[in-house]
T-cell receptor, first 114, second 111 residues
Framework: EAQVTQNPRYLITVTGKKLTVTCSQN?????MSWYRQDPGLGLRQIYY???????DKGDVPEGYKVSRKEKRNFPLILESPSPNQTSLYFC?????????????FGEGSRLTVL | RKEVEQDPGPFNVPEGATVAFNCTYS??????FFWYRQDCRKEPKLLMS???SGNEDGRFTAQLNRASQYISLLIRDSKLSDSATYLC????????????FGAGTRLFVKA
């Protein structure tokens, strides 16, 4: 089954404790992206990647890192999480060597930072 | 000013009603336009792309007006299952591809 898989789906952590949210897609998509969703603000793009070893900042990259060492994986790293990073996070991928528009989303990861 | 603006609603309509959502975007370099549907904090899913010529998919019609930087979605003969949040999405080619989501419009269809 074609899918984007995120882990963990739910996480409660404390300020400053490094964490990684994994994202994996099995559709051989070049484009992958991370978003956070907060009430009243909609989804905001954190980082995106056009292909392996190619990443770029979205609108809200501060406090996050990403890597794209393999085509299928695009982990999101919070080196020192803070309470303002409490949010619902979505990973998405898109086919083709150019972004075509249709994004396939993972089920989301709900993160709480205390 | 938000780059993509939508009326948050909620829109409360009876089954069978016709409902229209509007969306405006501020960046004239926007290249591609979409409506996504999101159910109750689940992942968004593509509803339809939006083209300048307008496009229709069953009960759903989308329109794009580039001159006014305005996108619309019309739902005819609303069903209970149409209850969801509808997200207006714009993408820009900035060397890479950035996607900008509106905050969404909530629709409740009631029996």
């Amino acid at each position: 089954e074609a899918q984007v898989t995120q882990n963990p789906r739910y996480l409660i952590t404390v300020t400053g404790k490094k964490l990684t949210v994994t994202c994996s897609q099995n559709m051989n998509h070049e484009y992958m992206s991370w978003y956070r969703q907060d009430p009243g603000l909609g989804l905001r793009q954190i980082y995106y990647s056009m292909n392996v070893e190619v990443t770029d900042k979205g609108d809200v990259p501060e406090g996050y890192k990403v890597s794209r060492k393999e085509k299928r994986n695009f982990p999101l790293i919070l080196e020192s999480p803070s309470p303002n990073q409490t949010s619902l996070y979505f990973c998405a991928s898109s086919p083709g060597d150019r972004y075509t528009g249709e994004l396939f989303f993972g089920e989301g990861s709900r993160l709480t930072v205390l | 000013r938000k780059e993509v603006e939508q009326d948050p609603g909620p829109f409360n309509v009876p089954e069978g009603a016709t409902v229209a959502f509007n969306c405006t975007y501020s960046n004239s370099a926007s290249q591609s336009f979409f409506w996504y549907r999101q159910d109750c904090r689940k992942e968004p899913k593509l509803l339809m792309s939006v083209y300048s010529s307008g496009n229709e998919d069953g009960r759903f019609t989308a329109q794009l007006n580039r001159a006014s930087q305005y996108i619309s979605l019309l739902i005819r003969d609303s069903k209970l299952s149409d209850s969801a949040t509808y997200l207006c999405v714009v993408s820009l080619n900035t060397g890479g591809f950035k996607t900008i989501f509106g905050a969404g419009t909530r629709l409740f269809v009631k029996a």
